[in-house]
């Protein structure tokens, strides 16, 4: 079956680190990868995706390269802000030889990121 | 513009009861999914509808739980007989086309007292 590994955390950075949170992914079929976060107090938001290999998802800053060779998909971003803390939630997208998962998304287990000023 | 809806946004009930959470996706939109965020499960899927196909109910964790999607737009999620551990954040997701974009509703949080 699929499935999702995150970077346990929770983690804590200061303003302007560098931020990487490890993701891999088991999948039966070719997975679209995506990054969910979901802000205190908000719903979840999509943040990035790749659909296919070598792909690089990005915004806000915020980036994530589709690696098959080693079924991966971390996120980085050069250098955070406090309005950055939130839980970060690594996700794929299946649709396996005949459509049969629909679409349904697999999550990680998420991670708290919290950035000190 | 509005997104995804759900209501109640809050809901508690005693042991035993039914509940019934409501879902209002994005105008449009054909697929309609239902997760659970609980603590010790983390986000997991429960059904899934895409226009008048059979819903996918491979997610759903008991017989108590069903669903349905009216008119091929709101949803309503149904919890008979809740349990303790039927407590969690229920979340609505909606796609244009099946394994589109996913945007998610803000959820009905569930505590079963």
């Known amino acids: 079956g699929n499935s999702v590994t995150q970077m346990e955390g929770p983690v804590t950075l200061s303003e302007e680190a560098f931020l990487t949170i490890n993701c891999t992914y088991t999948?039966?079929?070719?997975?679209?990868l995506f990054w969910y976060v979901q802000y205190p107090g908000e719903g979840l938001q999509l943040l990035l995706k790749?659909?296919?290999?070598?792909d690089k998802g990005s915004n806000k800053g915020f980036e994530a390269t589709y690696r098959k060779e080693t079924t991966s998909f971390h996120l980085e971003k050069g250098s955070v802000q406090v309005s950055d803390s939130a839980v970060y939630f690594c996700?794929?997208?299946?649709?396996?030889?005949?459509?049969?998962?629909?679409?349904?998304?697999?999550f990680g287990q998420g991670t708290i990121l919290t950035v000190h000023p | 513009g509005a997104g995804v809806s759900q209501s109640p946004s809050n809901k508690v009930t005693e042991k035993g009861k039914d509940v019934e959470l409501r879902c209002d996706p994005i105008?449009?939109?054909?697929?309609l999914y239902w997760y659970r965020q609980s603590l010790g499960q983390g986000l997991e899927f429960l059904i899934y509808?895409?226009?008048?196909?059979?819903?996918?109910k491979s997610g759903l964790p008991s017989d108590r739980f069903s669903a349905e999607r009216t008119g091929g737009s709101v949803s309503t999620l149904t919890i008979q007989r809740t349990q303790q551990e039927d407590s969690a954040v229920y979340l609505c997701?909606?796609?244009?086309?099946?394994?589109?974009?996913?945007?998610f509703g803000p959820g009905t949080r569930l505590t079963v007292l």
């Open positions: 997701a909606s796609s244009l086309r099946v394994a589109d974009t996913q945007y």
């Open positions: 999948a039966t079929g070719y997975p679209s």
């Open positions: 790749a659909t296919k290999a070598d």
């Open positions: 996700a794929l997208s299946d649709l396996n030889a005949g459509g049969t998962s629909y679409g349904k998304l697999t």
């Open positions: 105008s449009g939109h054909t697929a």
């Open positions: 509808f895409q226009g008048n196909s059979a819903p996918d």
